[in-house]
């Protein structure tokens, strides 16, 4: 009771203590300052306390009448109502406080760095961005939130293959990755922006990075060679992220792959910043006047080759069974490559499998991932785009297969 009582005052003082500062002077000053929010979050509070829903509804409605009445005494001077809506939601907050004390604190910590960066926040949205940057941003906003939520989570489809939640999160990742290459490019200028924005994006997804890069490749040729540095320097990420995930999972295992991905990651590397290098001596200027932040229709054609390649694969298995191994480690890795390295390395950690019998599979899961990205660098980013990032993503996975060649001839 006294923990809940005391962030009802804490969250009076806080939200109170930033209206305080802009409550003004005079007769034109709001209404409220740091007494009247600590007030009401505390009557939010007993008002629980004493007379449970009832009394609490009776002193909200009460601080609404009172809200109400000072704005319309001083509504020709301060038309906002920021201040007054900020009182009712304290008022809810010192109730909240008493039921769920950590979220209402998190809540009034929300509303106080809302109401401290208005100046800011009003700056942003009204010279800052674009209206298709806005509409961009809402596009995002209800794909992920009004869309996703409404999308079944089971597999079904051809050969059970299709997951509608998983595809459409994709979706989403394509436009996320897309908008903070766009944002990158604004800050730092294509020539920097898109190589660093496609090394981190890889981490999320190397495959999805390739797919939004090539998008705007497609759009902007002056933006080719940045374009193309982001999508072979994600793969990176992959090795990198592959190097992680079997060694938390054999070590044994990344003993015997750390030459391949050694190998593939260097070749990644040398191949992206040969494009950076290029990228940089091209004065392409930054995306900040033209373009899009996301491109729509490039997120679904990305699912929608994905989706093809989830039945292909299917299929493959239905008809031919699991021939092996390695045949199934390449039919996960056109999917994800991950996961196929998890599943080989776990064989090894329970004894099923020698580390030396390992790297032919997890290597044939880089392969087919190496295809799908080829088919997806194919797909979104036109004829220039695929002709100089194939060669990279092939590279990669022949510099894989070059480390390991000595460990698969004596095995």
Known sequence: MILNLTVALGIGLLIGAERERRKG?????????????TVASLAGAIGVIVGGQLLLAIATAGVILLTAAAYWRGHEADPGLTTEIALIGTTLLGWLSMQKPA???GVAVTIAILLAVRSRLH???RSVLTEDELNDGLILAGATLVVLPL??????GPYGALNPHAIWLLVILVMAI?????LAVRILGARFGLPLAGLASGFISSTATIGAMGARAAKRTDILAAAVAAAVLSTVATIIQMALVIAATSMATLQFLSASLTFAGLAAVLYGTVFTVRAIRHQAEGEAQSGRAISFGTAVTFALTLSGILVASAALREWFGE???VV?????????THSAAIAIASLVASGKMSAADAVAPILAGLSTNTISKVILASTSGGRAFALCVIPGLIA?????????LNILISG
Not at 178 to 182: C, F, I, L, M, P
Request: hydrophobic share 55%; no cysteine; aromatic share 8%.
């Open 123 to 125: 700056h942003l949205v």
């Open 151 to 156: 999308l079944p989570d089971r597999s079904m």
């Open 178 to 182: 897309s908008a903070a290459g766009y």
């Open 328 to 336: 199934a480690a390449a039919l996960v890795g056109f999917v994800d």
């Open 25 to 37: 002077e005079g007769p034109t000053r709001s209404p409220a300052g740091i007494r009247t929010f």
């Open 396 to 404: 990669v996975a022949l510099a894989a297969w070059a480390g390991a």
């Open 323 to 325: 021939t092996g191994v």
């Open 103 to 105: 979220l209402a604190a």
